[in-house]
């Protein structure tokens, strides 16, 4: 803890900007499109010489965008319904297991998150191929999902090393089948952590643009993906609204998750 | 409540090459209060565990009256288990984890709250339904568990060293606590401890488990006075193993030819307290202790052994006495020397 410092000022001091300046290194990049969204130019300039809702309008009239924004929002709520409950119960079963066994399946399972993307996608897309799946909204679900279970394993790990597995065999004592055992019991106590994978699975795939640029099409286009084609193409603001737009909804969403988990 | 007797048929169980059961056999009978007492590895928390349905023995049968439950998943066993750190569910407050196996059972609300409080009162927790298992002490939540093991009234219940995390004073009210609930109950108890103490207070029979087999299974007073091997022995108590040939009768008949056991507190000072059948030891005196209770002398005897020998205070008139170095002979009442067969000193 702070502490542990010495009752030092200058050295308060010096501690304190130095963490400032961490901060504004970490955060200026995303805030510096915020003033470039409410731009009335044409173009993305810094500082904007005046102040529009233009490119606001603009995002949420367009048909393709708004497309988007649907195809995004569902596969995230889609990837972490399915990922979170497979990686809790591969998480119970390399708890239980233990061992080498438990160790294999771990680097199994986490291989994607340390998989170079763009291997990943290429992979992915010649996998998808072969089914015919490339360009369905499925395909693209199908590696979204592979992403966001190494995420979802590596919150609820250490969740459930700490868990006591008496009680679950208690509950079995006393007449609960696997699927009560664990809905009854697991899950309220680890609500929190199944919270956070959630969030985590849900951000994956909203995030993910390699596996959408290479396997989405059309209709099927993630905001990430649409985000990248429209900076190649034609450099305006509705870019910077959107980034802002997705900027608040993360926020939103993690304080909202961080203040329940506070309560 | 109808109890059932329990039968274990020749199961083993084995992790690589770790052995923790080694063809078990045992027959415990309906109502039965049974001891698992071993020290730690011995196997017993393995053989409850199988019982439980968590362990899958690699060969031999697990019969529940005449139900072959080897292979039947643990909730369909029906039977409660309390469990070493007693497993209560944190997320529920008491009344909802001793109602839990009701709800599972489909039992009316209604009902399971009667039920549940009944058995609350039962193990003496009456008025703590509402009451967070967090906000309970080691004691209560003892009884918790208790609780939720019996409500649902199983026709077996197991216990894994439940006792073990609590102090010494509330260990000894909750063996006993724990015995009349068996006895009110009939429910037939298998009991797991490293604790001969408690094994001796709260058991009908106790098995005594080493290295994945049964040693001995017997009533408390026969595993304590006539251990059938040398392990048994020297984990009930303080036991002297002498070689033969080291005890002499006082009588002047033939000493035994074979190995003896006697207790520390088995010996005298007094000839007269003994019998003429009893049997002497004689040696040095190389160490005394007063434990309050009693003396604990060391005996070396010509043969190089030490013997320890234990005289009660109430009788220790001359003890304090004696000086180390002196020659000292320890009488033995023949009823409390024991020839353990094929054991050597």
């Known amino acids: ?263 | 409540m109808k109890s059932l007797p329990i039968t274990i048929d020749s199961v083993s169980k084995a992790y690589g090459t770790y052995v923790a059961l080694d063809d078990v056999s045992l027959d415990i009978q309906a109502g039965e209060f049974l001891t698992l007492l071993g020290p730690s590895g011995s196997g017993k928390t393995t053989l409850l565990m199988a019982l439980a349905g968590f362990v899958r023995p690699d060969s031999g049968k697990l019969l529940l009256g005449n139900r072959d439950i080897t292979r039947l998943a643990p909730n369909k066993r029906d039977i409660g288990i309390v469990f070493q750190n007693y497993a209560l569910f944190p997320h529920m407050n008491v009344l909802a984890n001793v109602t839990y196996p009701l709800a599972l059972r489909k039992t009316p609300r209604a009902e399971a709250r009667q039920r549940a409080l009944a058995t609350l009162a039962r193990v003496k927790l009456d008025g703590l339904a509402e009451r967070n298992v967090a906000a309970l002490s080691g004691g209560q939540r003892q009884r918790v568990a208790l609780a939720r093991a019996i409500v649902f009234e199983p026709r077996v219940m197991l216990m894994d060293e439940p006792l073990s995390a609590l102090d010494k004073n509330l260990r000894e009210t909750m063996q006993y606590e724990i015995r009349r609930l068996h006895d009110d109950l009939g429910i037939t108890t298998i009991y797991v401890t490293h604790d001969q103490r408690e094994a001796l207070i709260m058991s009908d029979r106790i098995a005594v488990m080493n290295s994945g087999r049964i040693q001995q299974i017997d009533t408390p007073q026969r595993i304590y006075d006539r251990p059938s091997t040398r392990f048994v022995a020297e984990f009930m108590g303080e036991a002297n193993i002498v070689a033969p040939g080291s005890a002499r009768r006082i009588d002047g008949a033939e000493a035994s030819r074979e190995t003896l056991m006697i207790r520390a507190e088995s010996f005298h000072l007094d000839a007269k307290l003994v019998g003429r059948d009893g049997v002497a030891l004689e040696g040095m005196l190389r160490a005394k202790a007063f434990r309050g209770e009693n003396w604990l002398l060391t005996l070396a005897l010509d043969s190089g052994q030490e013997v320890l020998v234990c005289i009660p205070s109430a009788l220790a008139g001359g003890c304090a006495e004696l000086a180390t170095g002196q020659r000292v002979t320890a009488y033995a009442p023949a009823a409390k020397v024991h020839a353990i067969p094929g054991a050597t000193a």
Not at chain 1, 109 to 122: D, N
Not at chain 1, 149 to 161: G, N, R, S, T, W
């Open chain 1, 1 to 263: 803890m702070l502490e542990a410092y010495p009752h030092n000022t200058l050295a308060r001091i010096l501690l304190w900007s130095f963490a400032a300046l961490a901060m504004a290194f970490l955060m200026l990049p995303t805030l510096v499109v915020v003033p470039l969204s409410f731009s009335a130019s044409n173009l993305l300039e810094f500082p904007p010489n005046a102040y529009s809702l233009r490119w606001y309008e603009n995002f949420f009239g367009s048909a393709t965008w708004m497309a988007a924004l649907r195809t995004s929002l569902i596969l995230g709520t889609l990837t972490a319904l399915i990922a979170v409950p497979f990686a809790l119960l591969a998480c119970i079963s390399m708890n239980r297991l233990g061992g080498k066994t438990a160790t294999t399946i771990q680097s199994i399972l986490l291989t994607p998150s340390i998989t170079p993307g763009i291997l990943l996608a290429i992979g992915l897309f010649f996998v998808l191929a072969a089914q015919r799946l490339v360009g369905t909204l499925f395909g693209v679900l199908v590696g979204h999902v592979v992403l966001a279970v190494p995420v979802a394993c590596i919150v609820l790990l250490p969740a459930l090393a700490r868990f006591d597995w008496n009680q679950v065999q208690a509950a079995r004592s006393l007449g609960a089948n696997w699927a009560r055992a664990i809905g009854g019991i697991i899950v309220p106590q680890l609500q929190l952590s199944l919270l956070s994978a959630t969030l985590m699975a849900f951000l994956t795939s909203l995030d993910e643009s390699v596996i959408s640029i290479f396997i989405s099409s059309g209709r099927n286009s993630t905001m990430p993906k649409l985000m990248f084609l429209s900076l190649r193409d034609q450099i305006d603001p509705t870019i910077a609204a959107i980034s802002t737009l997705w900027t608040a909804i993360v926020v939103v969403v993690v304080l909202i998750v961080t203040l329940r988990q506070k309560s």
